[in-house]
């Protein structure tokens, strides 16, 4: 799956992926108005504004981007609404032909990690028929369990043709707190990067692994140590733009092929009609072309800067 | 709410919880042959079948045990239709007085985790409606992303009384790999269950905290030092039974008060009739009797050992 995420983003020359993470306040108020008058006030039509949103988004910018990103908290938030709303929006990139990153942060002992490898990555048996059941294409993973979490979920990469991104050091504020902190001689987000490698070895894909690691572009420093230490793992880099990462601060997380990296920015993009330099040139109707201008931004700051 | 939870377990005298993880190898057959003649060979069919058999084994052994931990993976892997199990199976407990716990292991960055936190325990508003989209009464929460991943949990058990419990050691054999190394002198579990303490102190509910803590059963002498390092911490005690976890090992987790602990049985409870020494006894038709005694020989078990 790594060979063909590379595949489009040198296609498309975009190492970035846009993170479909709604809030409802960042939802334009005719779209939460049409939801509500013809479901009422309830999670239904909730979901129904956050999936019209995001394809709209999608509509505006899929030619432009190898991937997206949606975050499954912010469907989840709605219930069982929101994440029949997830399904859909998955199913609504594939057939726009986007590789879909699933941002699920999932990680258990082995035979539940197994339940949730299947569940996003993996395929399930009733009786004589098969079913994928969200069917993303990648999905995050949380190392805190160690290896057996973590394995069940390459197993079925290794099956299905699909990837992982694994936490290794993540963007917030007090990812410090256990990540940074010395173990060993060394923080303890360098023994999670080693595991990576050791993970990623048994699911090759050309020069790089389909177990890919998560390193926020809040922590340059760490990117370049993170970059040398697992050289043929791709990163998926969030924290770029509202979270404070920079462009200047991206060349870290490449490798010299130029490869090795994909950026990921949500509400940069996707609330762009809100914030500056778009706000004036876009009013909330036409939010989607606001996100359209704001991935092309994006892609030349980024294919500056690296 | 961890107030509500030892009325409960002393009320019954069961420092119990039953965990609702199905996996279609333990539903008998003639459950399945129900749900897929009604609903063909579909997600649908494997939920109904689920839901059936927990439903079953709750009227069996609700009027033994405080709480349900409902493992949301074994669920999410049917997809939606898993998902809508999942939520009915919680309605159902709760309609039959159970407290819930929600096996769900999230965590992220501080936004990402306040919509996880609005999922699980929490609330959402849509016009000038308000929902609890899935509304168990206790999640698990993943630590490695530090404060700002698991405060937004503690401010919504504050705001609607709820409580967690925050993987501090878990029960799988690889739990070690990151968790026991030694971070700064002390190994990273009792670094976490430090925070889990700071974490605690603002959510306190008489003289134990809502934000609990996970310490395997697998793992005794871990279980002690957790203990010791957190006085006011109930915590959930998994891997007792089906992992290996003894009674004899579990004196180690409970104060001396007699409380501070809750041990989990998943597997050995729900699939005790396809287990030594009920499956001579109880046939798969009666699978649910052979849980009520299951439930009343590990009363006894960890009664009788602390």
Same mark, same amino acid.
């Given at each position: 799956?790594?060979?063909?995420?590379?595949?489009?983003?040198?296609?498309?020359?975009?190492?970035?992926?846009?993170?479909?993470? +709604?809030?409802?306040?960042?939802?334009?108020?005719?779209?939460?108005?049409?939801?509500?008058?013809?479901?009422?006030?309830?999670?239904?039509?909730?979901?129904?504004?956050?999936?019209?949103?995001?394809?709209?988004?999608?509509?505006?910018?899929? $030619?432009? &981007?190898?991937?997206?990103? +949606?975050?499954?908290?912010?469907?989840?938030?709605?219930? &069982?609404?929101?994440? &029949?709303?997830?399904?859909?929006?998955?199913?609504?990139?594939?057939?726009? !032909?986007? /590789?879909?990153?699933?941002?699920?942060?999932?990680?258990?002992?082995?035979?539940? #990690?197994?339940?949730?490898?299947?569940?996003?990555?993996?395929?399930?048996?009733? !009786?004589?028929?098969?079913?994928?059941? @969200?069917?993303?294409? @990648?999905?995050?993973?949380?190392?805190?369990?160690?290896?057996?979490?973590? *394995?069940?979920?390459?197993?079925?990469? %290794?099956?299905?043709?699909?990837?992982?991104?694994?936490?290794?050091?993540? #963007?917030?504020?007090? #990812?410090?707190?256990?990540?940074?902190?010395?173990?060993?001689?060394?923080?303890?987000?360098?023994?999670?990067?080693?595991?990576?490698?050791?993970?990623?070895?048994?699911?090759?894909?050309?020069?790089?692994?389909?177990?890919?690691?998560?390193? !926020?572009?809040?922590?340059?420093?760490? !990117?370049?140590?993170?970059?040398?230490?697992?050289?043929?793992?791709?990163?998926?880099?969030? =924290?770029?733009?509202?979270?404070?990462? *920079?462009?200047?601060?991206?060349?870290?997380?490449?490798?010299?092929? =130029?490869?090795?990296?994909?950026? %990921?920015?949500?509400? =940069?993009?996707?609330?762009?009609?809100?914030?500056?330099?778009?706000? $004036?040139? @876009?009013?909330?109707?036409?939010?989607?072309?606001?996100?359209?201008?704001?991935?092309?931004?994006?892609?030349?700051?980024?294919?500056?800067? /690296?």
């Amino acid at each position: 799956m790594i060979s063909k995420l590379i595949n489009e983003i040198v296609n498309k020359k975009a190492p970035v992926v846009v993170g479909l993470d +709604p809030n409802l306040k960042f939802i334009p108020e005719h779209l939460k108005k049409n939801a509500t008058e013809e479901k009422g006030e309830t999670l239904e039509a909730a979901a129904a504004a956050v999936l019209a949103f995001n394809k709209a988004i999608v509509d505006a910018t899929y $030619d432009l &981007i190898p991937a997206v990103k +949606p975050q499954i908290a912010m469907y989840e938030q709605f219930g &069982i609404p929101g994440l &029949i709303a997830y399904k859909e929006i998955v199913d609504y990139c594939h057939e726009k !032909g986007l /590789i879909v990153i699933g941002d699920v942060k999932r990680g258990d002992i082995g035979s539940t #990690s197994e339940s949730y490898a299947i569940a996003h990555l993996g395929e399930i048996t009733v !009786g004589n028929k098969t079913y994928r059941p @969200f069917d993303e294409d @990648f999905a995050t993973v949380n190392p805190y369990l160690g290896t057996d979490g973590v *394995k069940p979920f390459v197993d079925i990469c %290794n099956k299905c043709d699909k990837g992982i991104f694994v936490l290794v050091k993540t #963007s917030n504020p007090s #990812s410090g707190e256990f990540q940074d902190k010395d173990m060993e001689g060394r923080p303890l987000y360098e023994h999670v990067a080693d595991k990576v490698c050791e993970w990623g070895a048994e699911s090759m894909d050309g020069e790089y692994s389909n177990v890919g690691a998560v390193v !926020g572009a809040t922590y340059p420093a760490q !990117g370049e140590t993170a970059r040398r230490l697992m050289p043929h793992t791709y990163i998926l880099v969030p =924290g770029y733009g509202a979270q404070g990462g *920079k462009a200047s601060d991206l060349k870290a997380f490449f490798n010299k092929d =130029g490869l090795g990296a994909i950026v %990921n920015s949500s509400r =940069g993009i996707i609330a762009a009609y809100t914030k500056e330099p778009y706000k $004036d040139r @876009f009013d909330a109707l036409h939010f989607a072309d606001a996100s359209r201008e704001a991935v092309k931004d994006m892609l030349e700051d980024i294919n500056g800067a /690296i």
